[in-house]
């Protein structure tokens, strides 16, 4: 099968719906939280699966939050994944280490 990312975790449609970027972050990463621990209750590799998701978040016009907003975003979801196993880190399009 080809590199494809296996989820697009959306927080898009939360911000256009009126939400603040604290709560978008919010909102997104507890949806990123539930579909790794679905995926770890189907028996599925995790280290396999969640190297391939994505996030799709909205950017508005304040540059400064939205900047904060990313990097807390790619924070807070290492902090997540790093207890489930180092290689989770490694995804393509958002290769940081903390």
Same mark, same amino acid.
């Given at each position: 099968?080809?590199?494809?990312?296996?989820?697009? #975790?959306?927080?898009?449609? @939360?911000?256009?719906?009126?939400?603040?970027?604290?709560?978008?972050?919010?909102?997104?990463?507890?949806?990123?939280?539930?579909?790794?621990?679905?995926?770890?209750?189907?028996?599925?590799? #995790?280290?396999?699966?969640?190297?391939? /998701?994505?996030?799709?978040?909205?950017?508005?016009?304040?540059?400064?939050?939205?900047?904060?907003?990313?990097?807390?975003?790619?924070?807070?979801?290492?902090? @997540?994944?790093?207890? /489930?196993?180092?290689? @989770?880190?490694?995804?393509?399009?958002?290769?940081? #280490?903390?």
């Amino acid at each position: 099968m080809p590199k494809w990312n296996t989820i697009s #975790i959306s927080g898009y449609h @939360i911000r256009e719906a009126g939400s603040t970027a604290v709560q978008e972050l919010a909102f997104t990463l507890a949806n990123g939280k539930a579909y790794l621990q679905a995926a770890m209750e189907k028996g599925l590799d #995790i280290n396999v699966f969640a190297k391939r /998701l994505s996030f799709f978040f909205n950017a508005h016009n304040h540059l400064f939050e939205e900047v904060a907003k990313f990097r807390a975003a790619r924070r807070m979801w290492a902090n @997540i994944t790093s207890a /489930l196993g180092p290689r @989770i880190l490694m995804r393509r399009n958002c290769g940081f #280490i903390p």
